[in-house]
């Protein structure tokens, strides 16, 4: 019985987490698309055309994530995930450098 809770406890969360991926990836699709229409009206005015990087939008796309992030009060949880990431990862490196 307990295995059976589990199993479709854990499908829902993916199906959640499933639904969240794609809503999120829509949103930055139409983000994107908006971009794009006010670029082309401002080159129909006739102002040179500026085409922004993907560098430019996964930094936009950070900035925006965080800030929904602090808005909803887990900044803290996140600031604490990436900087266990990031010592895991140098323990990797020096590890693999001891050797």
Known sequence: ???KKKKIESLLKSYNQQEQNERLKEEKR???KEMRSKERELIKQGKSPFYVKKSVL???EKEEKLNKLKS???YKKYELRQEKKRLAKE?????FLQD
Not at 91 to 95: A, F, G, H, M, P
């Open 72 to 74: 909803s009060g887990n």
């Open 58 to 60: 996964k930094n936009m």
């Open 91 to 95: 323990r990797k490196t020096i590890s």
């Open 30 to 32: 139409i983000k994107l």
């Open 1 to 3: 019985m307990q295995k």
